[in-house]
């Protein structure tokens, strides 16, 4: 890289717009939505999709809820010639959608163009030639009126061939193709000129097409040429402006957004951002930027899951597990910080029983794409006390005290330090069981017991354990049910015994459901440990829970 970029780069120019309104506004409006994945998209994979997969695709977006599909440049190649074609011939296009097709400002390619739609019935023909200087001089060798001109030409042609096939239901767009880096003002000669020929009305609908082809500039410089396009253009009212944003900066949804804000009416983009070099605007991203602020974006995302397999199967691409809504990874929690406060924000959005979303850490409910909760907390070395505490509860349902969920933690921690891995459900369910005794058969387990009430109101305690093999017999006396099972402890094992925190639920809303018990025992001034039972019976899931810690300080 060089230590002064200066002498080889040099900044894009602001537009010269001082009284500018986009920044004080809000986006309250969705746009007119057209994907452009199975052209713009399709161009950019190394091995193009095949008609199946096309058609896959195509069947995709209609579920989604597209109303524009550009489909195809039917000039380029004899598989995007056939795919209109089939389209049409199939009656797969559904009465309130358009396919859009692409063509150059090229007389023989308009003209293979219009083959392919012959009988559709209804389409969107999309004209496009490059404005910008460093086309115009490098690439083309034309001068402005000659660019001008071409583009006029097509348009013309264009028109005469639609009022040839008038059972068709025609839509113009135009795209003066490179308009982020075109003179403004001459962008706007070019697309005056083009509107003059196709005369737009409610009979000729018309879209104006202006596309960052690629990103030179600050979003903020994008949504300056866009209002002062809108300001300027003389049929402002009877055109849909339209943006085409790609992501060269990494700031094609910044730029798509702050376009509607300055004016754009429409946005052309791809399902994830696929598209040539950093991809097109990513149009999933944008949706649901609408939906998190409370706007229905008219496009349903709600099995997101799906949608990511059957892109992935047709781009033969990868999602990236960090992409925005769609990742495997982006609803997930692995840091322990994060987990405390998004178990604390899920806590506290059912007890205010509410349907306004406030969960830390998640600006979206995963339910409402079709995530489960179950891959919101993960857990690695990196957990804290609330990472498997919440893993445990989604999928079991024990809601573990507190003092319960530091001391797990910390042998979760252990276990993923030494390996190195993340912890699935299944392995922190197995820990969790043999580490507080939810095995078949405990070192200390319960087999029956008998507890009555003595003429001084004391509990008289009798219980039969099996202990490491050996039936055992115990006996105390206490002011309850547990008091009593401890002082039968101490008398059996000679143990100084005290219980110093328990809890209890059931694990369900029925009558019928088992109970959990959580007992935490200790040696006076020792370490406390931890025992759990679970019982149809709430009485017997406590004493196990209890047995269960007391064979911890009995090893």
């Known amino acids: ?51 199946e997969r096309k058609r896959l695709f195509f069947d995709l ?13 039917p000039s380029a190649s004899q598989t995007d010639f056939d795919f209109v074609r089939g389209l049409i011939a199939d009656n797969a296009i559904p009465e309130d959608v358009y396919i859009q097709v692409l063509t150059p400002s090229r007389s023989d390619l308009i003209e293979r163009t219009f083959e392919s739609l012959i009988d559709v019935p209804r389409a969107i023909v999309h004209l496009y030639n490059a404005t910008s200087p460093i086309f115009r001089e490098v690439v083309f060798n034309q001068d402005k009126a000659a660019t001008l001109e071409l583009a006029v030409r097509g348009a013309r042609q264009i028109r005469q061939l639609c009022e040839r096939y008038p059972q068709t239901q025609w839509v113009f767009e ?40 690629v990103e030179v500039s600050t979003p903020n410089i994008y949504a300056d040429q866009i209002e002062w396009f809108c300001r300027h253009f003389s049929r402002r009212d009877r055109v849909s402006i339209s943006v085409h944003p790609h992501n060269d900066r990494g700031t094609g949804v910044a730029c798509a957004e702050l376009a509607m804000l300055a004016g754009a009416d429409r946005v052309e983009g791809c399902l994830f951002g ?15 930027n609408f939906y998190t602020q409370g706007i229905s974006p008219g496009l349903d995302f709600s ?18 597990p960090r992409h925005p809504y769609a990742g495997e990874l982006v609803f997930t929690a692995f840091s322990g910080s994060h987990q405390d406060a998004i178990k604390k924000g899920f806590a506290a959005q059912k007890q ?11 600006p979206l409910d995963p339910a409402d794409v079709g995530c489960s909760y179950e891959a919101v907390i993960r857990v690695n070395s990196q957990s804290g006390k609330s990472g498997a505490a919440w893993l445990l509860e989604q ?29 699935g459900t299944r392995d922190v369910w197995h820990l969790f069981r043999q580490r507080y005794g939810l095995v078949e058969q405990p070192e200390m387990q319960l087999l029956s017991y008998d507890i009555r009430t003595n003429e001084s109101q004391l509990r008289d305690f009798n219980a039969t354990v099996n202990y490491q093999g050996n039936t055992l017999t115990l006996v105390g006396r206490g002011n309850g049910l547990l008091s009593a099972a401890v002082n039968a402890l101490q008398r059996s094992f000679d143990l100084m015994l005290e219980i110093g925190d328990y809890h209890e639920h059931t694990l369900g809303h029925q009558s019928h459901s088992r109970a959990v018990a959580y007992v935490s025992c200790q040696r006076p001034q020792g370490e406390r440990v931890y025992g759990v039972g679970i019982d149809n019976d709430v009485s017997s899931a406590s004493l196990q829970a209890l047995f269960n810690a007391c064979a911890q300080l009995l090893r």
């Open 61 to 73: 977006l209609l579920h989604c809820g597209f109303k524009q599909i550009e489909v195809a440049f």
């Open 395 to 423: 999928n079991h349902g024990l809601q573990l005290p507190r003092g319960l969920q530091i001391e797990f933690s910390k042998a979760v921690q252990n276990a993923t330090d030494s390996s190195g891995k993340e912890m």
């Open 352 to 362: 205010r029983n509410e349907p306004r979303w406030q969960v830390p850490y998640l």
């Open 303 to 320: 099995d997101l899951k799906h949608i990511v397999e059957t892109v992935e199967q047709c781009n033969q691409l990868p999602v990236h």
């Open 1 to 51: 890289m060089l230590a002064d970029p200066s002498q080889k780069y040099v900044a894009f120019p602001p537009v010269n717009l001082t009284d500018r309104q986009w920044p004080g506004r809000t986006l309250d409006k969705v746009p007119q939505w057209c994907s452009s994945d199975l052209r713009d998209g399709n161009q950019s994979l190394a091995e193009p999709m095949d008609n």
């Open 174 to 213: 135009y795209s003066p193709e490179t308009f982020c880096f075109t003179e403004l003002d001459f962008s706007l000669e070019v697309c005056e000129a083009v509107a003059a020929v196709w005369e737009p009305c409610a009979e000729r609908p018309m879209i104006l097409n202006l596309p960052a082809t």
């Open 274 to 288: 696929n598209g040539e070099r950093t991809g097109n605007v990513d149009l999933v991203t944008l949706a649901l």
